[in-house]
Structure formats: C-alpha cells, structure tokens
C-alpha cells in the first residue's frame, strides 16, 4: 500500500502543473432550477467560488465580510462570487433561507446538493475559495477563514484581471 | 473476486494519460488526508485501548475531454477511536471511469448517489464519521438539452469497510421533470418538478444470520425490497413548497415491548416530507414536516452491526446541527422506527441605518424543531410524551468595523426514552461569541458559553479564546469545565497553518465521550486525552 501511495504522488506531482479547469458539474439555484459550473465561465471576467455550509462559522463570516467589503469595492473589476453551498438535503432548505435572509448582496448563491462539486474540486474542508480566471482555469485557492483573508483574497482577484 | 477488477481499472486509469501526447495530457487534481491521533494515559477520563491511531486517504481524479477517471486508497494501520473497527487496513475504496457529454453520462466503477432527500437511497462520505457507503456497478444519466427531462438508471454493491460487500446489491432509477421547460415554457416565473424513484434491494444472509434469525425470529427475511418515492415541487419568486413520500415493502423490523423485551417481524415503511420556503427582501423562512416509519435501511439486513456506515439511506435528525461545544452536548438521534415532527428557521437582516440595524447592520436567527415518536414505535403505547424539542436564538451584530459580537440562546429537551416516559433532559445553552480586528490581518475571537441544567452532567462552563494571524497561521486554547458534577475540565490547544490549498493543524488536549454527529447522523467517540496532527491539501 505504501509503495502504491509513493507511485500515485509522484504520479500526480507530474500532472500537477497542468492547468485545472473548473470541473463540468450541475448545481441548483435557490429556486432548484439546475446550474452548470460551466455558465458560470462567460469569457470576459474572473469569478470567485466559495464553498461554504449552514454549520460552518468561519464560511459565514467569510461570505459576510466579502458581501461588506463589495459596495467599496473597485468597479472596474467586476466581480462575481458564488457562495456555493454544500449542505446536505437536510440542511439544504435552511441554506437556501440563509443566503437569502443574511443579505449577501452581490454574492450568487448556488446549491451542490449531491456533492458532486465537491468531489470534483476535492474539497476536505470549508471553507475553501476558488478564484478562475475568465476563461475558467484555476488562478488562486484557499482553504480556511481568518479574519482578514478576504484581503489577500482580493488581491488575487486583482492579480487575476490582469492576468 | 473485486480486488482484480479493481487493479484492472487502476491499471487503466494511470495507463492512459501515458498515452496521450504531451501537449495534450489532460488534467489531474487530487488530494490528500491525514488525520492522527497519539493518546496520552489519563485516570480521570480513560484512556482508548490502542495508544494511537490513524486515517489517511488520498484521492485522484483524472479529467480529459469527456473523459474521466479516478481512485481513492484509504489507509488505517490504527483506526481513531471511536472510528468503525472494519476499517482497519488499507484499501482502495473508491475507483471509476466515466464518459461526459451535454446529454448523456455513462459511469463505470464507484460512485455516490442520492435520490430525492436520500429517504429512499443516499450514498455518500463522511470522514467525520468514518462513513462511505459508495456504490461499485454503473450508472447512465440521460439528460434533454433543455435539462426539462433526466432520467437515471443505476446499480451496484454498496461499499462497507473497506471494500464492496457482495452481500448486498442494489438496482434503481430515477425520473426527473422539470415540466415547463420540457413544455417549451422556459422563460416562465414558476417552476414545478415532478419526480419518481424506485430502488430494488437483493440481499443475501451470512450463515450467522440465517441461524439467528431461524432461532429468533421464526420468519425468512425477504431477499428482496422494492422501496419508491414521488416528489413534487413547485415554485414562484421567493416561495416554494416541495412534498416528498417514499414507500417500502415487508422488511425486518424490530418491534420493542415492555422490559426490553424485542420481537422480530415483517413490517413494509414509508416516509412523508413536506418542506416550505419563503423569501422576500432580506427576511427568509423555512418550515419542514417529516414523518417515517420503519424506515431504516442497511447494508446488512439483520441488527447486528451498530456501524453508522451500515445504512443505504438518509434518515438525518430532523432538529438543528448545533455548532457551539456545549450546545452539542446531547444531540437527538433520529427514531427511525416511527417518529414524526417539525422544524422551522427564519432569519432576517437589520439592514445599516435602520433603527435597529445601527451603522452596520444586525443578523437575527430563530428556529426551532418539535418531534414526538408514533406510539406504535415504543414499547409502552400508552405512554406518550415529547421525544424532542428546541429553540435556538442567534443576535450578531457589528458593532464597529473592528467588533462584532453573536449572541446565542439554544434552549433544549430531549428525552432519554423517545418520549416513552416522562422524564425529558432540559438543558439552556448561553453563548457570548466575540471577535475584535487589531489590524487587517491580526484578530482575535472570544466565546464564552454556560450550559444550564439540572439532569444528567448538570452545569457546564467553556470558554474559547483564537487568535489570527491571516492569511496563514492562528492559535487557539479552550476549556469545557464540568463544574455542575464530575469536575472534569476538557482543555485543548491548537495551532493552524494554511497556505493556498494546504492545512495542517496540531492539536493537545481531552476530548468527551459522547455522540460525534455530522449531517446529523452520529457515531460515539470514546473521552480521551492525546496530541492530533490533522493535514489537509488538495491539488
């Protein structure tokens, strides 16, 4: 097992430099109509994709400053975020009444019900963001929330434009 | 005869990026797990029997065009305590291959899947729990351009430990319609989906199983289980009603007399589940009836094995998943034999400048759950009280752009016996959650919390003080303390290092028996004392 693991890195560290597209995956919206990760890739500007859940304190903070921060935000860097919400079908509801009822202005809110992106984005833990680029590879991710990671977070974002 | 099948399929899932050219390799991510726990001797709280433990997983995912293919290995020289005993080892415990196109999705190997609410089938991952129940066969998802129509066949062995069983097989499909875009009405405010499922379960018995079975319950267990479901939701702008029931044909069932007396029977389920959400400007609310009957489902039919991950559905405590340490305390476990209730959120945003907002606005939470078992599901049918019920109140305001406060009141009642007995367990939970910004990047977050109440450990204090440096590091102490009868203090330290995508975080400290639960499916977790060392990094 052991030298199957060693063979598997070392496997993945070649393949690693290859550019990640975000991955073909369907989402709901609030109202459950389905949503492919791959419209959210419109050619023009980068977007952000937080995924976050009802029980994790540290998404909620992010996803709250983030939404504080965007009426001061520079606007010719438009920006789209996606607060995508990994709650299972028995919090899923409560998700769904959060984003709408926290007012998260700016911040699109989008549901993985089964957890497929999650799987497709190998995420273990949230919080965790994604910035992509406008055509929708991989410039930036973070897992974890600090109070003051929505900085660094930006500047990415900034970094990503003029990329 | 799997392990083979699975080398194969291993095999040509890393044969084949070899083959491509090197401009055109396609695109790998993956990611790696690893959790470890040394346990420290301790008099007061115990000690678990092994003085360490370990699990540890890597997981690959090869994307090329249509195409994809993956694997997951898991190792365990020395599962966590608490953790499922048949999980000790190491195995490949998920691998597939799959072809994607806009209408059409062909899967072959491992995969998760749920149906409606997962009343009727969910399989899924938790590593909290140490669950993964994944189905190994094939599955073909056929969708319309206009995603008006999907529809899904599917079939295959579930996983248990670390391997598929053979024992027990599933086929089912499942229908989706989204009517209006499928009536050519895709512009339309309203929406309403229609859907069915059927799920047919083949099990056959260990020779254990048969025997015990022949002795004591004097019936043949069907070796089959037809289980269907129809869902219909419907909604405009802000509001939505979605319903839900799900049948189950004769299965075991353990019927509970008086003195833990048990008879075994055969006896069909069903479930019922109606959800309603409401939202406007920045108020949304959300209210949820359930109701089930018989409807545990597992991998092994018999109630032999305790294992949380022997389960073929998602029967979730219909209650809130609290997150505070001493509201947790003393979850409510779903009565799966016959329990009903409700559960209900609003929330609302004191927007900025308003009178009660303030300069920065203030967030309000309430919700609550009421849940009471169906008579017939206990042993005494002439006794029946209140199963569980809870309040939870949330206040979080800011109060400058450097501090921000929460302020939480979780008031809760649970009784030991399903509500078979008068007797309930109250407890009041106060927390004070407060973070204050030194800098942009320099913070630090307080909680002081008090449990109050007068049955079983009685009061309990705690209190949590984290600092951040962001966007890398944070330390942090905390204590659970007791105080109302065993006065045991439960201390812990941390630290934590992110970087991009990777984080490791140390840990010291006791930890509390108690129920573990997440998504509101829960295993016990032994008290112990011990130094983790959790990693995380995904690539």
């Known amino acids: 097992m052991k030298k199957l693991v060693v063979i598997l890195l070392l496997f993945a560290t070649v393949f690693v430099a290859s550019g990640q597209q975000i991955p073909a995956v369907q989402l709901q919206d609030a109202s459950g109509k389905a949503v492919t990760t791959s419209s959210l890739v419109d050619h023009k500007t980068p977007f952000v994709v937080s995924i976050w859940m009802t029980t994790c304190k540290p998404c909620l903070k992010e996803l709250d400053t983030l ?97 | 005869m799997l392990r083979p099948v699975g080398i194969f399929l291993l095999a040509g899932a890393l044969a084949l990026p070899g083959v491509l050219s090197a401009q055109d390799r396609g695109q790998l991510t993956g990611s790696l797990e690893s959790n470890s726990i040394y346990y420290l001797d301790d008099e007061i709280i115990g000690t678990p029997a092994h003085p360490w433990g370990s699990n540890n997983y890597l997981k690959l995912d090869y994307l090329h065009g249509i195409f994809s293919a993956g694997l997951q290995a898991e190792y365990y020289p020395e599962p966590l305590a608490g953790y ?18 806009e209408l059409l999705e062909v899967r072959a190997g491992s995969f998760f899947e749920q149906l409606g609410s997962g009343l009727i089938l969910r399989t899924w991952e938790d590593r909290e729990l140490g669950l993964n129940n994944a189905l190994t066969g094939g599955r073909i998802t056929f969708h319309t351009r206009n995603r008006g129509l999907t529809a899904k066949i599917l079939g295959g062995m579930p996983k248990y430990g670390l391997w598929p069983t053979t024992r027990t097989a599933l086929a089912g499909g499942d229908l989706s319609l989204d009517l209006l875009p499928l009536f050519g009405k895709e ?11 059927l799920v047919d379960k083949f099990a056959r018995q260990t020779e254990d199983n048969i025997a015990f079975l022949a002795g004591t319950a004097g019936f043949e267990v069907p070796k089959q289980v037809l289980s269907w479901s129809g869902r219909l939701q419907y909604s405009y702008g802000g509001f939505s009603i979605k319903g839900e029931y799900v049948g189950k044909a004769p299965d075991f069932y353990t019927e509970h007399l008086k003195r833990s007396k048990e008879v075994y029977q055969l006896k069909g389920g069903n479930a019922q589940l109606v959800e309603v959400n409401y939202a406007a400007g920045s108020f949304s609310g959300t209210l949820t009836f359930r109701r089930l009957e018989n409807m545990t489902d597992r991998i092994f039919l018999t109630a032999q094995s305790p294992s949380p991950a022997n389960t073929l559905n998602y029967l979730p405590s219909l209650c809130m998943q609290q997150t505070y340490m001493l509201a947790g305390l003393n979850p409510y476990v779903t009565y799966a034999d016959g329990e009903a209730g409700f559960q209900g959120d609003l929330y609302y945003t004191f927007r900025r400048g308003t009178a009660l907002g303030g300069k920065y606005g203030m967030k309000l939470h309430v919700g609550g759950s009421w849940i009471e078992a169906l008579p017939f599901a206990l042993p005494d049918r002439d006794v029946h009280y209140l199963a569980y019920r809870d309040i939870n109140i949330d206040l979080e305001r800011s109060w400058s752009r450097k501090f921000r406060t929460i302020l939480f009141v979780s008031i809760q009642e649970n009784s030991p016996t399903h509500g078979n007995g008068k007797r309930t367990d109250a407890q009041n939970v106060f927390v004070l959650d407060a973070l204050y910004r030194f800098s942009k990047t320099v913070s630090l977050r307080t909680e002081l919390q008090y449990l109050y109440s007068q049955e079983l450990t009685r009061d309990w204090m705690a209190g949590l003080v984290e600092l951040s440096f962001a966007p890398h590091w944070s330390i942090s102490a905390s204590d659970m303390y007791n105080h109302g009868s065993s006065k045991v203090h439960y201390y812990n330290f941390g630290a934590s290092y992110s970087w991009n995508a990777l984080n490791i975080s140390l840990n010291a400290g006791r930890t509390r028996e108690g129920m573990v639960c997440s998504g509101g499916v829960c295993r016990w977790q032994p008290a112990f004392k011990g130094v983790s060392l959790r990693l995380q990094w995904s690539f």
């Not at chain 1, 975020?81 to 998260?104: E, F, T």
């Not at chain 1, 929330?145 to 990503?160: M, N, S």
């Not at chain 2, 499922?84 to 196109?101: M, V």
């Open chain 2, 187 to 197: 512009d339309s405010d309203h929406s309403i989906v229609l859907e069915g499922s």
């Open chain 2, 84 to 101: 499922p005993s048949e999980l000790k080892g190491a195995g490949l415990t998920g691998l597939y291959a799959s072809l994607n196109t």
């Open chain 1, 67 to 163: 939404a504080e921060e965007l009426p001061d935000w520079d606007a010719s860097f438009p920006l789209r975020i996606y607060a995508v919400s990994m709650d299972d079908s028995r919090s899923q509801k409560r998700a769904v009444a959060m984003a709408q009822g926290r007012d998260w202005d700016g911040i699109t809110a989008l549901f993985d019900v089964n957890a497929d992106l999650r799987r497709a984005l190998n995420v273990s833990s949230v919080p965790q963001v994604f910035v992509y680029d406008k055509e929708g590879n991989l410039f930036y991710t973070h897992i974890g929330y600090r109070p003051g990671d929505e900085q660094e977070l930006l500047k990415q974002v900034k970094k990503c434009f003029a990329r």
